[in-house]
């Protein structure tokens, strides 16, 4: 129950095509859905996340799409860029014994070919 | 101002060494998380603590792990007799926690070898 599920491992995109990576969950408790952007020797950083209430946020080419019915969430990149090559960690969040606790999935490997 | 330290950034050891793995986190920051990444594997949850407790703990794997926070500041995680399964980049990161959408800040992590 909590775990996050994430695919694919890896994508190969174009430039300039649209690049999508899948999670789903289990537990209805998660209220926060961030995804995470890592790049080769440096710590994830936030990209951008959604709460349950709505069903889609977008931020300059990134949107994260989000079925709570189905307990799905997925990252969109639009006209994706070489500079777009890291890998994406989603996550969910719930308030637990005083703090926020992160469960991750396992990652995708995004490759933007020139 | 400065962001998530980890040290060493690398460090190799011999199995059945112990081994001991430093985060300065943001100050301030009263949540502090470890979490492990190895190939494949995504971020395993390790352990996290608000102030000095740690509420949660499940995510150890096993007693040869534990980690402890003083002053609400630094944080060590301490692996005893390494073995070559430990092998992997333990990552920290730290976080205001005041309200749901307060950001993990990462450290770039310690890489962790054992030979």
């Known amino acids: 129950q909590q775990q996050v599920k994430q695919s694919p491992q890896s994508l190969i995109v174009q430039k300039g095509g649209i690049s999508i990576i899948n999670c789903a969950y289990e537990n209805t408790a998660f209220d926060y859905f961030p995804w995470y952007q890592q790049f080769p020797g440096k710590g994830p950083a936030l990209l951008i996340a959604i709460r349950p209430d709505v069903s889609e946020k977008k931020e300059g080419r990134f949107t994260i799409s989000f079925n709570k019915s189905a307990k799905q969430f997925s990252l969109h990149i639009m006209d994706s860029q070489p500079g777009d090559s890291a890998t994406y960690f989603c996550?969910?969040?719930?308030?637990?014994?005083?703090?926020?606790?992160?469960?991750f999935g396992t990652g995708t490997r995004l490759k933007v070919l020139a | 101002g400065a962001g998530v330290s980890q040290s060493p950034s690398n460090k190799v050891t011999e199995k059945g060494k112990d081994v001991e793995l430093r985060c300065d986190p943001i100050s301030g920051h009263t949540a502090l998380y470890w979490y492990r990444q190895s190939l494949g594997q995504g971020l395993e949850f390790l352990i996290y603590?608000?102030?000095?407790?740690?509420?949660?703990k499940s995510g150890l794997p096993s007693d040869r792990f534990s980690a402890e926070r003083t002053g609400g500041s630094v944080s060590t995680l301490t692996i005893q007799r390494t073995q070559q399964e430990d092998s992997a980049v333990y990552l920290c990161?730290?976080?205001?926690?005041?309200?749901?959408?307060?950001?993990?800040?990462f450290g770039n992590g310690t890489r962790l070898t054992v030979t």
């Open positions: 996550a969910a969040s719930a308030y637990t014994s005083g703090t926020y606790k992160y469960i």
């Open positions: 990161a730290s976080s205001l926690a005041r309200t749901y959408n307060s950001p993990l800040h």
């Open positions: 603590f608000q102030g000095n407790s740690a509420p949660d």
